[in-house]
C-alpha cells in the first residue's frame, strides 16, 4: 500500500493575537519555519499542491483565514524512518484564535499491518529527528511552547489517504471484499478480521465521495481517505479534465494532475478536516468554559456582565462558524465529518447555552435596575424627608 499520513494537534483559546502578531511571534520563535506565501512560487511540492488546491477550490486563499508556517529543518532522517516524504505545518486561524499543529509523511509500499500499528501509536512513535528521537506528541509539545501557548491539545486527529490500496480501483470493491480491513485501519483494530460484520458495517457507514476512484471513512477522531491515483478510473477522469479544460479554458488545471501529496490537499480533504476540527474545538472550549462561568456568581455585578458578555461573544461566534458552508461538494463532505464528530447535538447544547445566557443577562440588568431604582426611591424619599424637616424648622 501506499499513504499519507497525517498527525495534527488543535489548541484553542491560544490567544496569539492577530494574523500580523503571530506572523511577529513566529519568525523570533520558531526561526526556521518559512511563511506560506500563497501568491509566490513555491519550491516544494507540497507547497505547490497547497496553493493549486486553495486556488482551484476557493479561488485562492482559503473559506476561513489561515496563516501558515513550514519548519523546514523541522525533519527527520527519512530512511531511517522509512519515509518517502515529510513535512511539517504550523496553522493559525486568527478569527477564532485556533492553533493548529500537524505532521504529515508517506510511506510507499508498506504492508496493512504497518499502517495499523501507525493508527495505535502513529503520533507517540519516536522518530529519528537531529538531535535525538522524539515523536509527533513531543515535536507538538517543543513547538506549542515556543511559541508560548499554555493549553494542551483540545483536538487531535489522525488522517490517513491510501493512494494504492493493492493495485485495486474500485472503492466499491474494496468495501464489498475487505471491509474489515478498512474498518482496521480507520481504528487501529489489529483483530479486525474477527470483528461481526454489523460492526465493521455500524463504523463504515459515515462515509463520502464525490468520484468513483475516491471514499471518505470517518470515525471519531480519525479518518481513512481513499485516493487511489493509480486506478483506471482516476486516468479516464484525468483524460476526461484534460480534454474539457483544453477546449474550455486552453489547458487542464494542474489541480487535476496533482498526484501523491503529503498534505493530502487532493480533494479538499486537508480544507474540511481543518475546519471541522477548529469546529470542534471551539465549541469544546464552550463547554469547557461553561463550568468556570457558572463559578462567577460569587464575584460583583460588574465582573459577572462582563463574563457573560464574553462567553455570549464567543458562542455566537462558534455558531456561525457551526453554519458556513463552502462549496457545494466540499460542504457535503464537511457535513459527513461534523455527523462523524457527533457536533450537531453538541451544537444544539450551544444554542441552549445561549437561551440561557440571554436569560441571564436580562436578569442581571433587571437587577441592576431593580438597585438604582430602589436607590433613586430612597434617595427621593430622603431629601422629601429633608425638606419636611427644613419647613418644620
Same mark, same amino acid.
Given at each position: ?20 502578531? /503571530?506572523?511577529?511571534?513566529? +519568525? ?23 496553493? &493549486?488546491?486553495? +486556488? /482551484? !477550490? ?16 523541522? %525533519? ?9 516524504? =515529510? ?15 500537524? /505532521? ?18 502513529? #503520533? ?16 507538538? +509539545?517543543? @513547538? ?56 465493521? *458495517? ?5 462515509? =463520502? ?34 480534454? /474539457? ?11 487535476? *494532475?496533482?498526484?501523491?501529496?503529503? !498534505? &493530502? ?29 457558572? %463559578? ?28 458556513? &458552508? ?10 459527513? !465529518?461534523? #455527523? ?10 450551544? +444554542?441552549?447555552?445561549?437561551?440561557? @445566557? ?30 419636611? !424637616?427644613?419647613?418644620? @424648622?
Amino acid at each position: 500500500m501506499n499513504a499519507n499520513i497525517t498527525h495534527s494537534f488543535y489548541y484553542s483559546s491560544a490567544a496569539l493575537g492577530t494574523a500580523e502578531e /503571530f506572523v511577529r511571534l513566529v +519568525k523570533i520563535r520558531v526561526p526556521g519555519a518559512v511563511l506560506y506565501d500563497p501568491e509566490a512560487d513555491q519550491p516544494q511540492p507540497y507547497l505547490r499542491d497547497l496553493r &493549486t488546491a486553495e +486556488k /482551484f !477550490l476557493h479561488g485562492g486563499g482559503q473559506p476561513y483565514a489561515a496563516v501558515r508556517f513550514f519548519p523546514e529543518d523541522l %525533519r527527520p532522517d527519512l530512511a531511517r524512518a522509512g519515509f518517502a516524504g =515529510w513535512c511539517a505545518m504550523i496553522s493559525y486561524f486568527p478569527e477564532v484564535g485556533v492553533l493548529c499543529l500537524s /505532521f504529515h509523511y508517506a510511506l510507499r509500499g508498506v504492508a496493512p499491518d504497518q499502517l495499523i500499528v501507525l493508527r495505535q501509536c502513529g #503520533e507517540n512513535r519516536p522518530l529519528p529527528f537531529p538531535g535525538g528521537d522524539r515523536s509527533c506528541t513531543e515535536q507538538a +509539545k517543543a @513547538l506549542r511552547e515556543a511559541l508560548g501557548v499554555a493549553t494542551q491539545p483540545g483536538e487531535r486527529c489522525y488522517l490517513c489517504e491510501i493512494t494504492d490500496f493493492g493495485g485495486l480501483g474500485d472503492p466499491d470493491e474494496i468495501e464489498r471484499d475487505h471491509a474489515a480491513l478498512l474498518y482496521g485501519l480507520l481504528s487501529g483494530d489489529e483483530g479486525c478480521g474477527f470483528v461481526l460484520e454489523s460492526l465493521v *458495517r455500524e463504523r463504515l457507514k459515515c462515509a =463520502w465521495g464525490s468520484r468513483d476512484f475516491i471514499r471518505v471513512y470517518a470515525f471519531g477522531a480519525a479518518l481513512l481517505f481513499l485516493n487511489l491515483t493509480g486506478s483506471a478510473e482516476r486516468q479516464r477522469y484525468l483524460a476526461r479534465e484534460q480534454s /474539457f479544460g483544453a477546449a474550455a479554458y486552453g489547458g487542464c488545471n494542474d489541480y487535476f *494532475r496533482m498526484e501523491d501529496c503529503p !498534505l &493530502t490537499v487532493n480533494h479538499g480533504i486537508l480544507f474540511s478536516v481543518e475546519y471541522v476540527m477548529m469546529l470542534k474545538a471551539l465549541i469544546d472550549d464552550v463547554i469547557t468554559y461553561q463550568g468556570s462561568y457558572s %463559578r462567577q456568581h460569587g464575584k460583583s455585578f460588574y465582573q459577572r456582565i462582563r463574563a457573560t458578555r464574553d462567553f455570549r461573544r464567543t458562542i455566537i461566534l462558534v455558531l456561525e462558524r457551526a453554519g458556513q &458552508t463552502e462549496i457545494s461538494e466540499i460542504g457535503e463532505l464537511s457535513s459527513v !465529518l461534523l #455527523e462523524s464528530q457527533h457536533i450537531a447535538p453538541v451544537v444544539d447544547q450551544v +444554542k441552549y447555552l445561549l437561551e440561557l @445566557l440571554e436569560g441571564d443577562l436580562n436578569l442581571m440588568y433587571s437587577e441592576r435596575n431593580n438597585v438604582l431604582i430602589t436607590i433613586l426611591t430612597v434617595m427621593g424619599l430622603l431629601l422629601a424627608a429633608a425638606q419636611v !424637616l427644613l419647613a418644620v @424648622l
